[in-house]
């Protein structure tokens, strides 16, 4: 009966036919496709809304502000959470290729998150002050080194579970769900007045995030996973050496790592938004469930397109998300300039939810093409090997904040449009997959 379920849901939302041929993926796993998309999809939700929850880029410095912990603190969120997710990546993926069936390398580090996050309930609970920030900045950066195990294992499973053409829309739907979510939980904090939330509030907070994350760790563990290769285990010391030698063989691959990085001018654009936007507007976008809304319904609105685009051609869906970042970031520094009767929090709103759905399908698209293009056996090096630069590429571009004190708001939104100019470019170079 659940199977059955399972074939019409995802007959329904795929557009699948009742005959289903797969290319890139066995008989057997074939014919668990339904039941393995629904899985996770309900995990990625789930998991989505979890990240939306405890964010280090909005609710985080909201739960720092109520415990008093030191501003110095509040600009380390980010960095540790990006970093800590991406750098050791390419020493880890070496262990997993041991194992034949990689989907307990997302099940288990997502369980360790909601752990993390339990912890971090605690802090809120009973911590204040530095005490606070220094406990709350440890469990992230545990909580950060999971979530890079998790991203290596789950390119792989996708590409064992689902077949190529499915994928992106796996993706799509997957945002699609935590979108629906995080626009629930972003319309209730929306009418919350967040100066004056108790701890007791903050404290439920953090652990309905946790057990979000337990619940995505459920339905991924359920996912049918065939065992895979096992062969050319290497130690981390001959993993870095191997990443090396492809990379300085693949031309492509390195294209790709180019693109992706200049496709990071898209989230470090979205904090000048905000800048601008309270310059020109005052405090009323400060509100933090404006921003959680805004990421809900942008996903809900824009997924399930980028999806499709995404299964057709990935690397043009790079440069269309490119170019359309670079014109909406322009528009933000036009922003100042326009009427008065056009510069209100309305106008403000559709230009971050566009940015915002755009980041969406910068994310979207280079993941399937990473999926698509990398080599089945080579599979967990090419995607920690591109995490791993991207990482440190993170790190660089903190630096650019800085650059904000010389350039001001409208000339990092500049210089954010030349890098994203410069990604079209470099995407065009990319093969076609």
Known sequence: MAQEISEKVYSFITDEGEERACETISEKA??????????????GGFSKLANQLVSPGTTLPWIFSSLSVPPALVGALVPIKDAGSLLPQLFVSAKIRAFSRRKW???????????????????VQSTQGLAAGVWILSLLTLFSFASGIASISFKDVLAKTIDKGKRGQLLAYRASMGGVFTAACGLFLYFQNGENQSIDYLFWLVLAGACCWFISAGFFAGIYEEKGATEGGRTPIKELKKGWSILSEDKNLLNFIIARGLLMAVPLAQPFFVVIAQKELGPEVKNLGFMVLAAGIGAIISSPFWGRFA????????????FLAMLNILAMVSFQYWPDEYQSIYTFAVLFLLHVMIYGGARLSRKTYLVDFAPKDERPLYVSLSNTLIGIATLIAAGLGSLSAFLGPDGMLLVFAGLLLLAIMMAFKLKEV
């Open 105 to 123: 390398f997302w099940a288990i580090p997502a369980f360790f998150q909601g752990l993390c996050l339990l912890a971090m309930a605690w802090v």
């Open 30 to 43: 074939c014919k668990e496709v339904p039941g393995n998309f629904l899985k996770n999809v309900a995990s």
């Open 311 to 322: 299964d057709k051609s990935s690397r043009k869906m790079m440069m269309l998300v490119a």
